[in-house]
């Protein structure tokens, strides 16, 4: 059974390998010390990584393979990759394999037609942390299709997901409601349009289910056509049947129940040490799994961190414990004091910190060796957000925090 499962797709650098690698640290020299002992304790590893796209050349550039040997030194770790996608890419990972036979999986489970499948491979995963069956998966979706592969990614694994019994449901969000839109005829890719339909027949067909949900904030800001029906929901006139658009807090209601979302960068940890300290808790007792959200970008050039607070607030006002932690190039909406220019009529990043700070459910975190390795500080006045280090990090990962009765957390990278 995978214990704890992450999902990596986009470029893995360095930074990002090296505070994975103090996390696992943390866990296994706090939490778990007696996995190190015994070298061929029985069952699957705990931690397993899904490696797919652009994060497998993590496993041939020497700098991110000197701290993926270091990772792989734990035995409870191992790496399966996407077969098809080292082989598209030409990467060779021979030597890594030779020296972690038992680690490294790159051959996958075969799926449809027998043919192998890594999106099978991580369907299974899906399916062993949820029972009874039939279960539920979902995929988080925020960038667009046909420039992006994530979209084609959701439609093999909810495809997976299905064969595996499990019901299938896609939630689109910043440029993911573009998956949605009708009339999608690319000339070369996978027909994301097509694919939903698809997986919405193959459900109905199965008695499974099957839900698309697109954010209406979302989808008005993109031009998208929409009018309200007289029952409180959006009806859209350019989405492919089996996508409807709705306001975001019925979308979150889908990350009330405990299945597991997955993204096109993320993680699904379970919890551990019950009332271990933590850094917070859930102002109100909860069964939904918590939801960490990691904004690793900048704050201005794309609308990545906005819509990551937005969504924090939005899961947030829903009763979920949602923690958001500034880490990597993600830090810059801490530094300095941003003002924009009179007349301007939206707010900046640390305004919207400042007013929705100290909201139910919602806290935020600062990565401080972030900050380190660039040079620079948080901003004083940010005095809702909290300082944290590698201890910290590991804390908010691994332990259970007060008042949420869940057997996972959903972590999310934007």
Request: hydrophobic share 40%; proline share 6%.
């Amino acid at each position: 059974m995978n214990v704890h499962f992450f999902l990596l797709s986009h470029p893995l650098p360095a930074e990002r390998l090296s505070w994975i690698e103090e996390s696992l640290k943390f866990f296994f020299v706090q939490l778990a010390p007696e996995t190190l002992v015994h070298q061929k304790a029985a069952g699957t590893p705990p931690f397993t990584f899904f490696l797919t796209g652009d994060a497998l050349y993590s496993l041939q550039d020497p700098e991110t393979l000197q701290i993926w040997n270091i990772i792989l030194s734990f035995p409870p770790v191992r790496v399966v990759c996407d077969r098809q996608d080292l082989d598209l890419r030409g990467i060779a990972i021979g030597p890594l394999r030779m020296k972690f036979p038992d680690q490294i999986i790159d051959t996958n489970s075969p799926g449809q037609g027998g043919r192998p499948s890594f999106w099978k491979d991580l369907a299974l995963a899906a399916r062993q942390t949820k029972s009874p069956l039939p279960g539920t998966a979902g995929w988080f979706q925020t960038e667009s299709p046909y420039m992006h592969r994530s979209a084609e990614n959701a439609v093999c694994f909810l495809s997976a997901a299905l064969d595996e019994r499990l019901s299938a449901e896609l939630y689109a969000y910043l440029d993911g409601v573009h998956a949605g839109h009708h009339g999608q005829h690319p000339p070369e890719d996978t027909n994301i349009g097509e694919g939903l339909a698809s997986l919405s027949n193959r459900a109905a067909a199965a008695r499974l289910g099957f839900v698309a949900l697109g954010c209406s904030r979302s989808a008005a800001a993109r031009g998208y056509s929409t009018w309200n029906d007289g029952q409180g929901q959006v009806i859209s006139t350019c989405t492919v049947r089996a996508f409807r658009i709705r306001e975001l807090g019925q979308m979150i209601e889908r990350f009330l129940s405990p299945h597991i979302i997955l993204s096109s960068d993320a993680g699904v940890i379970r919890l551990m040490s019950p009332g271990a300290a933590s850094y917070d808790r859930a102002e109100r007792a909860s069964k939904a799994p918590p939801l960490t959200i990691l904004v690793t970008q900048g704050p201005y050039s794309t609308g990545t961190a906005f819509g990551a607070i937005s969504f924090a607030v939005a899961s947030a006002h829903k009763g979920i414990l949602t923690r958001v932690i500034f880490i990597e190039n993600g830090i810059y909406a801490l530094t300095g004091s941003h003002h924009a220019c009179e007349g301007h009529s939206a707010y900046t990043i640390q305004e919207i910190i400042d007013t929705v700070a100290g909201s139910e459910n919602l806290h935020f975190f600062a990565f401080t060796p972030s900050f380190q390795k660039r040079g620079v500080q948080k901003d004083k006045s940010l005095n809702a957000v909290l300082d944290i280090g590698y201890p910290g990090l590991g804390k908010i990962f691994f332990y259970s925090p007060g008042n949420v009765d869940a057997g996972h957390q959903r972590v999310l990278v934007f």
